[in-house]
């Protein structure tokens, strides 16, 4: 059986960092794409970055340049690394596995995690 666990979340102030990281077991992803997206009360879910099993990364536009994400294929894990965060990005965000970078869809998702950035 599939997870992905998150973890990292909490409460920051605005301009600070968090690291999520989310650890798959169950199968290695080592040949497939993984990735992060968030949702927003009352917001759609929306896609934040993706990597590819050589670290190939694809970001979001509003996020290109705050945020990087990267793995570890030994671990079976992947990581995402937020800075100057802002009060918009108060979301719980979701690890997603084998996703299809042309679509965003993905066949394995996390629970999610909590992240709250006070203003």
């Known amino acids: 059986q599939v997870q992905l666990v998150e973890s990292g979340g909490g409460l920051v102030q605005a301009g600070g960092s968090l690291r999520l990281s989310c650890a798959a077991s169950?199968?290695?992803?080592?040949?497939?794409?993984m990735g992060w997206f968030r949702q927003a009360p009352g917001k759609e879910r929306e896609f934040v970055a993706a990597?590819?099993?050589?670290?190939?990364?694809y970001y979001a536009d509003s996020m290109k340049g705050r945020f990087t994400i990267s793995r570890d294929n030994v671990k079976n894990t992947v990581y995402l690394q937020m800075n100057s965060l802002k009060p918009e990005d108060t979301a719980v965000y979701y690890c997603?596995?084998?996703?299809?970078?042309?679509?965003?869809?993905?066949?394995?998702w996390g629970q999610g995690t909590q992240v709250t950035v006070s203003s």
């Open positions: 990597i590819s099993w050589s670290s190939g990364t």
């Open positions: 169950g199968r290695t992803f080592s040949r497939n794409f």
């Open positions: 997603a596995a084998d996703v299809n970078i042309l679509t965003l869809a993905a066949t394995y």
